[in-house]
């Protein structure tokens, strides 16, 4: 059984020199959000470095999720919503007219709050993807369903009931899953929303640690409620109040040093 | 008193759910209790106690007391003890009521060789038979000439073509609509789109039936060219219109209660919202969609005005689609009021609706067979 690790005290990081080094892939410029005629989000502005972790933490209904949403335009499905400003990835505008949503999609994979398998197979909950975006050879579909389950340490805990439901699992091996399912078409990117917060505390531990795994090939940009959450798998965090970005800065930073009376009220518990 | 206070505690909840109780109950019985009257109306046949013979051996009434009470009872059409309640002379009148019967018979048909047989016995019901003056064998079902013909075998092909022909255009069709709805459509569209189809639901048959038979039939028959303007193929297609609205609910209902997670989780995979629709919307919803098939198919089965009014009420046996056919359904509709109360063909008639319970019963049995597995492969 995995030791819960407590987080160590904030005050004794040490910033490593790789986060100001890392070269920045999304951009966000003025990004303002409409449903209806409410305004969502209000003129956001951040850059979110590569192969890093970027934690968004905000009190409920501040906009975070719905941000996090614009990365892989899932908020084109509600009705209703108009964004303006401009979202680049790798230099690219997501929103421009010639995007191909599909190939967005397939570059910035999503983890949901609530595990989502489909009602298939653990194998084929993996291959759908890689199915969808033409791959077809047998071998090569088994390889990336091992290497995936393998890459979301899950591996050993499926191996040997590949072809058993998906909903035979339990909470936080349905979520892993749904990781595996995320990394198998290698987005450069994975959004995760609050993938934690259904899950008991071991269950979190895994995902914690996976994460922190994850963060050598992917960038990650997660959403949490938790606030040791954030300080133990973050490197940069943003804070969200009322559908604007307060403050952004390494996770050390906001939680021992923050710039602004908020950013210190929220982190220190005084609300939220 | 205390906690120990049973059912008195809330007597109103107590006595609402004895309620509920006893008329869902009442609703199987409901169902066992019409089986069961239809099925004794039909017993006379499934037992060979029905004798349509035209020329049968007559008992002269002076040897009525001579003969056996079961040959007698049998020989006048009732059991042992109706023949127990009449009285000597009431008896004897009937017996002379056949005798003239008998007599009255044509020479020409008494001489037939088939006015002997007992149409009514299960190889005359279900294969076919060389009658006189046929130069093959067939199979007919021609119950008011003058040796009744109860073939069943038209009358089953006839039920069975108009229904696939029924499904194969509504199911389509139906699951079309209900993908659209349910996946594709925009929110303003589907309130259009769902109250319009099931609104097909509230048109009586008959009406359906007079349109198939007014409208459709020519409109059809300038497309498809066809030589009979009433046929299967006509009718086929109004039952699907019958079914639509009730295959496209019930799908339409399964594919909505789909999680939306499920959705979002292929849409984030890169999958176009037709492809989420096809390969996972549709698979998740696979046992409520089958429900909704298996519905569809007893509706059909069991569809009468339309059938009756489009199909031409012909029964012949062909597997073509354009020819005028006759179903099940429509023979009972048609015939019944003519039938003489617990004559052969009234038993025969009774019979057909005791199949056709029983087809619709095995096809929900096993549909719900099916669901089941369905739903414990995820």
């Keep these: ?272 | 008193m205390g906690i120990h206070r049973g059912h008195n505690a809330r007597p109103l909840e107590w006595i609402a759910e004895k309620f509920i109780f006893t008329v869902s109950l009442s609703a199987i019985a409901m169902v066992f209790l019409i089986f069961l009257f239809v099925g004794r109306e039909a017993l006379p046949v499934f037992l060979g106690d029905t004798d349509s013979a035209l020329v049968q051996t007559v008992i002269p009434s002076k040897d009525m007391e001579k003969t056996a009470p079961d040959r007698l009872a049998r020989y006048l059409g009732m059991s042992v003890s109706e023949l127990k309640t009449k009285d000597a002379d009431t008896l004897r009148t009937m017996m002379e009521i056949r005798e003239e019967a008998a007599n009255e018979v044509p020479a020409a048909v008494r001489d037939d060789k088939d006015a002997s047989a007992n149409t009514t016995e299960w190889k005359y019901l279900l294969k076919a038979h060389q009658w006189t003056g046929y130069t093959k064998p067939e199979h007919i079902w021609q119950p008011v000439s003058a040796i009744h013909k109860y073939n069943l075998v038209p009358l089953v092909i006839g039920s069975l073509k108009t229904t696939l022909i029924g499904l194969a255009f509504a199911v389509p069709l139906s699951l079309a609509a209900a993908i659209y709805v349910s996946q594709l459509a925009p929110p303003s569209w589907k309130e259009w789109i769902k109250p319009g189809i099931e609104f097909l639901s509230g048109i009586p048959s008959v009406v359906l039936g007079a349109f198939a038979f007014l409208v459709l039939a020519g409109f059809l028959q300038d497309i498809f060219g066809y030589r009979y303007r009433l046929n299967a193929f006509v009718a086929g297609i109004a039952l699907g219109l019958t079914a639509v609205p009730l295959i496209f609910s019930i799908a339409e209902d399964a594919l909505t209660s789909v999680p939306r997670s499920y959705v979002q989780a292929a849409l984030a995979l890169g999958a176009s919202k037709w492809q989420t629709a096809w390969q996972v919307v549709l698979p998740a919803a696979a046992p409520g969609v089958f429900a909704a098939i298996v519905l569809g198919f007893g509706r059909c089965i069991g569809e009468t005005m339309v059938v009756l009014i489009a199909s031409g009420n012909a029964s012949v046996v062909s597997w073509d689609i354009f020819d005028s056919t006759r179903s099940l359904t429509a023979t009972i509709a048609a015939e019944m009021a003519e039938a003489v109360n617990g004559g052969h063909h009234y038993r025969v008639l009774f019979m057909l609706g005791t199949m056709l319970f029983a087809v619709t019963f095995a096809t929900n049995l096993l549909g719900d067979a099916v669901m089941h597995r369905l739903k414990k492969q995820r």
């Excluded at chain 1, 890093?52 to 509600?78: E, H, Q, W, Y």
């Excluded at chain 1, 209703?80 to 680049?88: A, D, M, P, S, Y």
């Excluded at chain 1, 133990?232 to 923050?258: C, H, M, Q, V, W």
Aim: hydrophobic content about 40%.
């Design chain 1, 1 to 272: 059984m995995a030791a819960i690790t407590l987080p160590s005290d904030p005050v004794d990081l040490v910033t490593p020199p790789g986060l100001l080094s890392a070269a920045p892939l999304i951009e966000a410029k003025n990004v303002e959000l409409f449903y209806g005629s409410s305004r969502a989000l209000k003129g956001i502005d951040i850059t979110i470095k590569e192969k890093l972790v970027t934690a968004f933490i905000g009190p409920s209904g501040c906009g975070k999720s719905t941000f996090l949403r614009c990365f892989n335009r899932m908020n084109d499905l509600i009705d209703n919503v108009r964004i303006t400003g401009q979202c680049l990835i790798g230099g690219e505008d997501i929103y421009a007219k010639d995007v191909d949503v599909i190939e967005l999609r397939k570059r910035v994979g999503m983890v949901f709050q609530r595990s989502n398998p489909f009602p298939k197979s653990i194998y084929d909950n993996i291959a759908y993807g890689l199915r969808l975006h033409g791959t077809k050879d047998k071998s090569e579909i088994d390889g990336v369903v091992e290497s995936s389950l393998r890459g979301a340490a899950l591996w050993d805990e499926v191996k040997d009931r590949l072809h058993s439901s998906a909903l035979g699992l339990s909470g936080g091996q349905q979520q892993r899953l749904c990781i595996a399912r995320a990394i198998a078409i290698r987005p450069e990117i994975i959004l995760m929303d609050e993938p934690a917060s259904a899950l008991d505390p071991l269950a979190t531990v895994k995902i914690e640690e996976l994460i922190l795994e994850l963060k050598k090939e992917f960038t990650i940009v997660i959403v949490t409620h938790n606030m040791q959450q954030a300080t133990r798998i973050s490197d940069y965090t943003a804070f969200f109040y009322i559908g604007e970005l307060i403050e952004y800065d390494l996770t050390t930073k906001i939680f021992t040093n923050p710039a602004k009376k908020q950013t210190e009220d929220y982190v220190t518990g005084r609300f939220g």
